[in-house]
């Protein structure tokens, strides 16, 4: 063990040397480092939400919550230079500055700050929070915003793929709408353990940090109790909306089996299907996020669906949900049947979407 802690010790000075301006670090072994990528350059940060979020980390960045671990932010948000910075019990620490026009949301982007970090912070396990705007797997080209948004930069789900390493992290949370779905989740599939995230959208507030930074530095990471903290921040505040849903990824492989066998032979009975009957989880007018759930029930036989539950409850460990989301608001819901996953639905009309889809990995387990 001290040998390895010299090692990282001179590659960090002699990766860092030339840098005059900048601080050397040096590497700290923990239990668990946590990287939030922060691309907030875009409404979110202009709202000031980003800042809320960082003020709410320093509130329970305690050295009992740390337990010895690495609170890493990586901040790019509209009215300062992009930041990497520690959160600890003494305060927030500026670690680099990076270029002022520096995009986010590409790859090589979040290839450079994940490597950073990595090295910089060597530790048993990794944990990533993805923060900004999200919208499933939809391309930006047909929706409002893809996941990770920078100005008038984009980061599609294919190139998520491409930036995070795989086997690379215990967890990844996402902090951005909409992330649940099936489609996501599977293309995800290698890059972590488990994964939190929301089918529907996550008011701009996102995570209540201060509540979650304990159980997630855990020495056995406390999921179901980010979860419910999550949920609780929601459910009794003045915008009681929430779903949240606690994904293992070693269960998808079995999940798309068990869809596929069912696609083989009852595909052609979606048609049938009135989506204003199912449930969905968006409000804006996207091609649609329809609980996966309430869909197969429709269209499966009752042994491939019964192997279908199997699978499902062996991959979305947990999940919660209020009663409705955004009553109240313009195309608010009720929530009648949650499952913690959403789900693409496949219409000949169209066209150019279901295009795009067959791209998708998910497509390619399931339907092909």
């Known amino acids: 063990m001290k040998i390895k802690h010299i090692i990282y010790t001179l590659l960090s000075i002699l990766i860092l040397a030339g840098c005059e301006k900048e601080e050397v670090i040096i590497p700290k072994e923990s239990l668990r480092t946590v990287l939030v990528y922060m691309a907030a350059d875009n409404s979110l940060g202009s709202s000031n939400f980003d800042k809320q979020n960082i003020s709410s980390m320093l509130k329970g960045a305690t050295d009992e919550s740390l337990n010895g671990g690495n609170l890493i932010v990586y901040k790019d948000s509209p009215d300062t230079i992009p930041q990497l910075i520690q959160i600890t019990p003494a305060g927030e620490r500026v670690l680099r500055e990076y270029p002022e026009h520096q995009n986010s949301?590409?790859?090589?982007?979040?290839?450079?700050?994940?490597?950073?970090?990595?090295?910089?912070?060597?530790?048993?396990?990794?944990?990533?929070?993805?923060?900004?705007?999200?919208?499933?797997?939809?391309?930006?080209?047909?929706?409002?915003?893809?996941?990770?948004?920078?100005?008038?930069?984009?980061?599609?789900?294919?190139?998520?793929?491409?930036?995070?390493?795989?086997?690379?992290?215990?967890?990844?949370?996402?902090?951005?709408?909409?992330?649940?779905?099936?489609?996501?989740?599977?293309?995800?599939?290698?890059?972590?353990?488990?994964?939190?995230?929301?089918?529907?959208?996550?008011?701009?507030?996102?995570?209540?940090?201060?509540?979650?930074?304990?159980?997630?530095?855990?020495?056995?990471?406390?999921?179901?109790?980010?979860?419910?903290?999550?949920?609780?921040?929601?459910?009794?505040?003045?915008?009681?909306?929430?779903?949240?849903?606690?994904?293992?990824?070693?269960?998808?492989?079995?999940?798309?089996?068990?869809?596929?066998?069912?696609?083989?032979?009852?595909?052609?009975?979606?048609?049938?299907?009135?989506?204003?009957?199912?449930?969905?989880?968006?409000?804006p007018k996207y091609y649609g996020m329809y609980d996966f759930d309430d869909y197969i029930s429709r269209i499966a036989p009752d042994d491939l669906y019964a192997q279908f539950q199997t699978a499902m409850n062996n991959a979305v460990l947990y999940k919660k949900n209020t009663d409705s989301f955004m009553l109240g608001y313009s195309g608010g819901y009720y929530i009648t049947h949650y499952s913690g996953l959403s789900s693409f639905i496949i219409r000949e009309s169209y066209g150019a979407v279901n295009q795009e889809y067959a791209k998708l990995d998910w497509y390619k387990a399931v339907y092909e």
């Open 105 to 283: 949301v590409s790859v090589a982007t979040m290839q450079e700050i994940i490597s950073e970090v990595i090295q910089e912070f060597p530790a048993d396990s990794y944990g990533l929070i993805l923060w900004s705007h999200g919208s499933n797997w939809f391309p930006s080209k047909m929706a409002t915003r893809a996941f990770g948004q920078d100005k008038t930069n984009w980061m599609e789900l294919s190139d998520l793929q491409q930036a995070l390493p795989d086997n690379g992290f215990e967890f990844i949370i996402f902090d951005a709408c909409y992330m649940a779905g099936v489609e996501v989740m599977y293309a995800m599939k290698n890059k972590a353990d488990y994964m939190i995230a929301a089918p529907t959208e996550i008011m701009g507030s996102g995570f209540p940090y201060s509540d979650i930074i304990k159980p997630m530095f855990a020495k056995k990471t406390g999921y179901q109790e980010i979860c419910d903290n999550f949920y609780s921040y929601y459910a009794d505040s003045s915008t009681p909306f929430a779903t949240i849903s606690l994904i293992s990824t070693q269960g998808l492989d079995q999940l798309a089996t068990a869809t596929r066998n069912i696609m083989k032979t009852s595909f052609d009975k979606t048609d049938e299907i009135d989506l204003n009957d199912l449930q969905r989880y968006f409000r």
